[in-house]
């Protein structure tokens, strides 16, 4: 358990920080909790907030209080309603609760009156306010922490490469549903069930793809239809898993039959990795991302699709209508996790370049940020159109490709000055 009080002496030390730089001499995180749908007793599933779960690593936790004063102790004002609506599932105890004042609350009026701490700062959501808002989620204090949670401890790249290992279950579990012909709906049913997590814990919404629907880049949609096996195609999976509050964010490509989308997805599976390999410290992301462009177009030439060079694709701007996101995205407590368009602790705005709008990253790498690295080529009819006729695409071959959706692979990589780790593989 090394690791975790590492990772808690590491956090201590730069809310510290954070604090003097902000100017206050306390902060209270809180959990959130709840909140009801619109006219309505039902609430969704509730979304711990991530400042409190960098601090405690318990899942389900709601109107609970993290309080850190610097060089005391933390106190944890965990909230165990004594009522005979819920299951009371103690989580009170564990190895991480000797890091901590654990004051369990049986009700909110247990709580202590947050007004009277002196000077202090208030983190969560805003339905719960007890402090003044200008102390209350302040910018200069957010700004701070937010860009010290780039670099992670050795704790947290821990449990993403757990979350890692939950999700690659999960994906074995995906691709033998695929081969059997089942439904995108059943596929995702078995990939959940090969990670034991419910819906719930599930750090983003699947996207299982079959055929021509790994286009729609969000494909929220699970059909329960299945196809023959002669109708088969191609199966595209975006689906990470959660462990102790932090994501893994995983994405296969697989064809069912032999041929030419099999040896686009062969070769745009090598070109991912060069890419994951040159994710080191102080590599320039956008420069990467760009680079992921060449590699991209190189696959497309390869393939017949493009009939220019692959530098002459990113040069003219046709690589991005079959690419039109980032190459990736910091990845941690949340799964686009914070700061990617920032490059200090005062909150320094860095923005994608003008032709790359949807980049998410744009700073230069930082060792043991978690980044991932995700490509991606897809026939997207509705950008197809946009270009309809260009002379430097081979418009057979995209017909042809058109009823396969699209390639994407994705993996997890923690940055170091030389061998980044994947932990996807
Ligand atoms: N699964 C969301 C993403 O890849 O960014
Ligand atoms: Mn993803
Ligand atoms: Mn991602």
């Given at each position: 358990m090394g690791l975790f009080k590492n990772h808690i002496e590491h956090i201590s030390a730069i809310t510290t920080a954070a604090l003097a730089h902000a100017g206050y001499d306390g902060l209270f995180i809180y959990s959130g909790h709840p909140v009801n749908n619109f006219m309505d007793d039902m609430a969704p599933p509730h979304?711990?907030?991530?400042?409190?779960?960098?601090?405690?690593?318990?899942?389900?936790?709601?109107?609970?209080v993290v309080h850190f004063v610097p060089g005391e102790k933390p106190t944890v004002y965990l909230n165990q309603p004594a009522d005979f609506w819920h299951k009371v599932v103690d989580n009170s105890q564990g190895k991480w609760a000797e890091h901590f004042n654990v004051k369990v609350v049986g009700h909110y009026s247990e709580l202590p009156d947050f007004k009277q701490a002196k000077n202090h700062a208030w983190i969560g959501s805003t339905e719960l306010q007890p402090l003044a808002a200008e102390h209350t989620n302040p910018e200069k204090l957010i700004n701070y922490l937010h860009f010290n949670r780039i670099q992670k401890t050795d704790y947290e790249i821990h449990c993403i490469g757990e979350a890692n290992k939950l999700a690659l279950k999960g994906h074995?579990?995906?691709?033998?549903?695929?081969?059997?012909?089942?439904?995108e709906y059943e596929i995702h049913m078995a990939y959940l069930q090969a990670c034991a997590h419910n819906e719930h814990q599930m750090p983003y919404g699947n996207i299982v793809a079959l055929n021509e629907n790994p286009s729609v880049l969000h494909y929220q949609y699970q059909s329960r239809e299945r196809y023959a096996a002669v109708d088969l195609k191609s199966f595209l999976i975006d689906a990470g898993a959660n462990y102790k509050g932090y994501a893994a964010d995983i994405t296969r490509t697989y064809a069912y039959n032999d041929g030419l989308f099999a040896e686009m997805i062969q070769s745009m599976d090598e070109k991912q990795q060069q890419l994951c390999q040159?994710?080191?410290?102080?590599?320039?992301?956008?420069?990467?991302?760009?680079?992921?462009?060449?590699?991209?177009?190189?696959v497309l030439r390869e393939a017949g699709v493009f009939t220019c060079s692959a530098e002459a694709a990113v040069e003219s701007g046709l690589s991005q209508t079959f690419f039109p996101h980032?190459?990736?995205?910091?990845?941690?407590?949340?799964?686009h996790d914070v700061s990617g368009h920032v490059i200090d602790a005062n909150g320094t705005v860095k923005s994608p370049p003008k032709e790359y709008p949807f980049l998410r990253l744009t700073d230069t790498l930082r060792q043991n940020a978690v980044i991932t690295i995700e490509p991606g080529l897809y026939f997207i009819p509705m950008l197809m159109q946009e270009i309809a006729g260009h002379n430097d695409v081979n418009w057979d071959k995209v017909d042809e490709l058109i009823p396969y959706g699209g390639i994407r692979i994705e993996d997890n990589v923690v940055v170091k000055a030389e061998d980044s780790i994947n932990l996807s593989r």
């Open positions: 979304s711990i907030n991530p400042h409190f779960k960098w601090w405690v690593p318990v899942p389900d936790v709601v109107s609970s074995a579990a995906a691709e033998a549903a695929f081969r059997e012909g089942m439904s040159a994710a080191v410290v102080g590599q320039d992301y956008v420069a990467l991302h760009r680079q992921a462009h060449v590699n991209i177009s190189e980032g190459l990736g995205h910091y990845l941690g407590l949340q799964v």
